[in-house]
T-cell receptor, first 113, second 113 residues
Framework: DQQVKQNSPSLSVQEGRISILNCDYTNSMFDYFLWYKKYPAEGPTFLISISSIKDKNEDGRFTVFLNKSAKHLSLHIVPSQPGDSAVYFCAANSGGSNYKLTFGKGTLLTVNP | EAGVAQSPRYKIIEKRQSVAFWCNPISGHATLYWYQQILGQGPKLLIQFQNNGVVDDSQLPKDRFSAERLKGVDSTLKIQPAKLEDSAVYLC???????????FGQGTRLTVV
């Protein structure tokens, strides 16, 4: 029973264009959502997060949007760069202030020069 | 600042053998997590420590998996006996208080043959 779903295993975009990575969730108790980025042979690295009381959070080229009614969030990367090529994991917190993360399966983003 | 250190990086064992993984969290981090990431899946939380006490081990297969964090710093995760389905990357993560996104180590890739 997957509570956090990333339905696109992979995404390929051209350098300079927008990358949009999607994530759906089923548990209404999730109160915080995070995106992690993972390069091969490395551990996941925290990228950006959003509280369930907000609908948008922006950090430089990265913006996360949350649609609570649809139980959907997305990560926008503008403009995309070749160094952004990695696996992106969506994660949701169900532990309140004590982090307990449930991860999606990840989406492999490839940014072509 | 040094990151989360894990060893070994790779381990190959035969089924029914035992294996242990070691983790040294970021200095001063009270919260330590062990995650299991099976190929093609997102990381799954196995156990969470706060200092040397267990906060959550609800997803730890306790018939074969054990973990300890005796002095509230380093931690070991043991599997005995190993099964083929235990083949995965075992990720250790830590955070300062448990109320922030965790930092991950590079992981230990276990192959059970």
């Amino acid at each position: 029973d997957q509570q956090v779903k990333q339905n696109s295993p992979s995404l390929s975009v051209q350098e300079g264009r927008i990358s949009i990575l999607n994530c759906d969730y089923t548990n209404s108790m999730f109160d915080y959502f995070l995106w992690y980025k993972k390069y091969p042979a490395e551990g996941p690295t925290f990228l950006i997060s959003i509280s369930s009381i907000k609908d948008k959070n922006e950090d430089g080229r990265f913006t996360v949007f949350l649609n609570k009614s649809a139980k959907h969030l997305s990560l926008h990367i503008v403009p995309s760069q070749p160094g952004d090529s990695a696996v992106y994991f969506c994660a949701a917190n169900s532990g309140g202030s004590n982090y307990k993360l449930t991860f999606g399966k990840g989406t492999l983003l490839t940014v072509n020069p | 600042e040094a990151g989360v250190a894990q060893s070994p990086r790779y381990k190959i064992i035969e089924k029914r053998q035992s294996v242990a993984f070691w983790c040294n969290p970021i200095s001063g981090h009270a919260t330590l997590y062990w995650y299991q990431q099976i190929l093609g899946q997102g990381p799954k939380l196995l156990i969470q420590f706060q200092n040397n006490g267990v906060v959550d081990d609800s997803q730890l297969p306790k018939d074969r998996f054990s973990a300890e964090r005796l002095k509230g710093v380093d931690s070991t995760l043991k599997i005995q006996p190993a099964k083929l389905e235990d083949s995965a990357v075992y990720l250790c993560a830590s955070s300062s208080t448990g109320k922030e996104p965790p930092f991950f180590g590079q992981g230990t890739r276990l192959t059970v043959v």
